[in-house]
């Protein structure tokens, strides 16, 4: 199969177009024919060698940690999907097998989650690493929900976008931080109060919002996780 792959770590110019075998679907796997994927901050790690202290690499190495396409091989016990359906699934690239700029990935069976038929591929390829960072952070480690402020630190980018609609859909408010041309933006996802980090202090923006309540800044690791649950 084509794919984009690394044959050692480094800038953007290591990429390049080869021939490899494609994957197979053992037990518990499944094989899909990428449509699309997404590029997230998290690829770029991957090709200049930031993520080897969580996973082994194999070269030649391809990148991408998400992908939206058509199921064309199932392995022995997977039972939720059938070769022919439409599906969005993280790869298996977190435990150091091939991404997804490639014609094919191989995912656990657990990561494939079959698409309605109004979601397109291409919106669901955007949906994995994003969504998922989006839903832990506000979600299963914020715990938002009525009464609570979510601030959400860069709204208008695809972790933000995600996190002021779940945070939303708990019943929070929302404060978000983006340039004044996100504005609307922000505002038609469902944010409460938008904070022009270019002009104002951040910090001291929320503090003044004394409709917010009590709130607090806590550091978050850069990349990781975009919107914090502040009381």
Not at 54 to 70: C, L, T
Not at 159 to 185: E, R
Not at 190 to 195: E, L, N, S
Request: aromatic residues 8%.
């Amino acid at each position: 199969m084509k794919a984009m792959v690394l044959d050692h770590f480094g800038g953007p110019e290591v990429l390049h177009m080869a021939d490899i075998a494609a994957p197979q679907a053992t037990p518990g796997q499944i094989v899909v024919q990428v449509a699309f994927a997404s590029v997230n901050p998290a690829d770029w790690k991957a090709r200049e060698g930031w993520l080897a202290q969580y996973f082994q690499y194999e070269f030649p190495f391809v990148v991408g940690f998400d992908a939206a396409g058509i199921v064309t091989e199932v392995g022995d016990g997977v039972t939720h999907v059938k070769p022919g359906d439409r599906v969005v699934t993280p790869g298996n690239q977190g435990l150091g097998e091939r991404g997804s700029y490639a014609e094919f990935v191989r995912s656990a069976a657990e990561r494939v989650i079959p698409l309605p038929d109004n979601v397109s591929l291409k919106d669901a390829a955007s949906l994995p690493t994003a969504g998922m960072t989006a839903w832990k952070a506000t979600l299963d480690n914020g715990h938002a929900g009525p009464g609570k402020l979510v601030v959400v630190n860069g709204g208008a980018g695809g972790t933000g976008s995600f996190a002021i609609q779940l945070a939303k859909m708990a019943g929070a408010q929302v404060a978000c931080t983006c340039s004044d041309a996100n504005s609307d933006y922000v505002r038609s996802l469902g944010a409460d109060h938008v904070i022009d980090y270019r002009r104002v202090n951040v910090v001291d923006a929320i503090r003044a919002g004394k409709a917010y309540g009590n709130v607090h800044t806590t550091a978050v690791p850069s990349g990781e996780i975009r919107g914090q649950l502040l009381h």
